[in-house]
C-alpha cells in the first residue's frame, strides 16, 4: 500500500497544502476521468508543489501511449518564467515538454502544453 500513489499523493497534498486543491483535482482528472494509466506522484520542491507523471492513452493506433508529465496550479496563481525553469529542471530524466493544468474553482480544467526553448507547431 506504501507504494500506491494515492499514498504518495497524501503526503504531498499534506506537504504542500496551497496547491493541494489543484493537485487532487488534476489527479482524479487524470485517473478516472482521462483514464491514465502508470500514474506516479513527483515532489517538485524548487516549485513548492508536486507533479504528475503517467502514461496517457491515444487514439492513433501507430502509438502507443505517451508518456507525460503534468504540474497543477489554480487560476489565482501567478506562474512566471523562472517557476517553468524549475518545473522543467526538478524532473529527471528532462522532458522536452510538460503539461501546466489550470484548475478553477468550478472543477474546470485546462490543460497547456509547454515546451523548453522555441519549438515549431506541428503542421
Known amino acids: 500500500m506504501q507504494n500506491h500513489?494515492?499514498?504518495m499523493l497524501s503526503q504531498l497534498l499534506a506537504k504542500y497544502p496551497a496547491?493541494?486543491?489543484a493537485l487532487f483535482q488534476v489527479y482524479n482528472d487524470l485517473t478516472l476521468a482521462q483514464r491514465w494509466t502508470d500514474v506516479e506522484v513527483l515532489d517538485l520542491p524548487a516549485c513548492k508543489r508536486a507533479a504528475i507523471k503517467g502514461q496517457r492513452p491515444?487514439?492513433?493506433t501507430d502509438r502507443g501511449p505517451s508518456i507525460c508529465v503534468v504540474v497543477p496550479c489554480s487560476l489565482s496563481e501567478s506562474i512566471s518564467t523562472s517557476w517553468?525553469?524549475?518545473a522543467f529542471t526538478s524532473l529527471d530524466p528532462l522532458p522536452s515538454e510538460i503539461y501546466?493544468?489550470?484548475t478553477s474553482?468550478?472543477?474546470s480544467t485546462v490543460y497547456y502544453k509547454i515546451s523548453q526553448g522555441i519549438v515549431k507547431p506541428p503542421v
Open 5 to 7: 500513489p494515492s499514498a
Open 19 to 21: 496547491t493541494g486543491g
Open 58 to 60: 491515444t487514439t492513433d
Open 84 to 86: 517553468l525553469r524549475a
Open 100 to 102: 501546466v493544468a489550470i
Open 105 to 107: 474553482e468550478d472543477t
